[in-house]
T-cell receptor
């Protein structure tokens, strides 16, 4: 089974600053998708950004961008101009493009935004 | 509102009891997935249904079972409940089997189960 590792249980950032959350994964597949989900205190799972492995260009969504290093199996999330509303648990997730729709999630990084 | 509806939002029950969690997928989605999130843990995949049939099974206990009905809603049945079953149970839906045009999930808001 694929594994997803988030090595930073907790991170903090000053409001308006930039923070990068790390994620690595292990797979032997070449076709897959990677995601970052945000889980605020409401516990709702919210899709932040997604990346197709076959695309070399890093995905961006407004203040959120990723650094996808396929050879290194690394998928980090950069949050620019951090806002108080960004405070949440962030989960990295992997989905195979070949063997069904199951997602594999990391254990999460709790992000605190300091005013 | 994500379009995926889970009921109830909260459930408190005693050990040894049985409960049923319900999920209505987003309109048009054929697949339903169940995940368990224990305290301070990531999400663990339990089971997937596609158009009424079981498609994939993860770390689901034998005390747990699920089904998807013709109207595509799904139920997760948890029996002989133990304290360790206390968790947030998420349902998610998507439009079909693996395809490049459909690689995202839509999550419901979860059911918080507390076993006392």
């Amino acid at each position: 089974a694929q594994t997803v590792t988030q090595s930073q249980p907790e991170m903090s950032v000053q409001e308006a600053e930039t923070v990068t959350l790390s994620c690595t994964y292990d797979t032997s597949e070449s076709d897959y998708y990677l995601f970052w989900y945000k889980q605020p205190p409401s516990r709702q799972m919210i899709l932040v950004i997604r990346q197709e492995a076959y695309k070399q260009q890093n995905a961006t969504e407004n203040r959120f961008s990723v650094n996808f290093q396929k050879a290194a199996k690394s998928f980090s999330l950069k949050i620019s101009d951090s806002q108080l509303g960004d405070a949440a648990m962030y989960f990295c997730a992997y989905r195979s493009g070949n063997t069904g729709n199951q997602f594999y999630f990391g254990t999460g990084t709790s992000l605190t935004v300091i005013p | 509102d994500s379009g995926v509806t889970q009921t109830p939002k909260h459930l408190i029950t005693a050990t040894g009891q049985r409960v049923t969690l319900r999920c209505s997928p987003r309109s048009g989605d054929l697949s339903v997935y169940w995940y368990q999130q224990s305290l301070d843990q990531g999400l663990q995949f339990l089971i997937q249904y596609y158009n009424g049939e079981e498609r994939a099974k993860g770390n689901i206990l034998e005390r747990f079972s699920a089904q998807q009905f013709p109207d595509l809603h799904s139920e997760l049945n948890l029996s002989s409940l133990e304290l360790g079953d206390s968790a947030l149970y998420f349902c998610a839906s998507s439009g079909g089997t693996a395809s490049r045009s459909n690689y995202g999930y839509t999550f419901g808001s979860g059911t918080r189960l507390t076993v006392v």
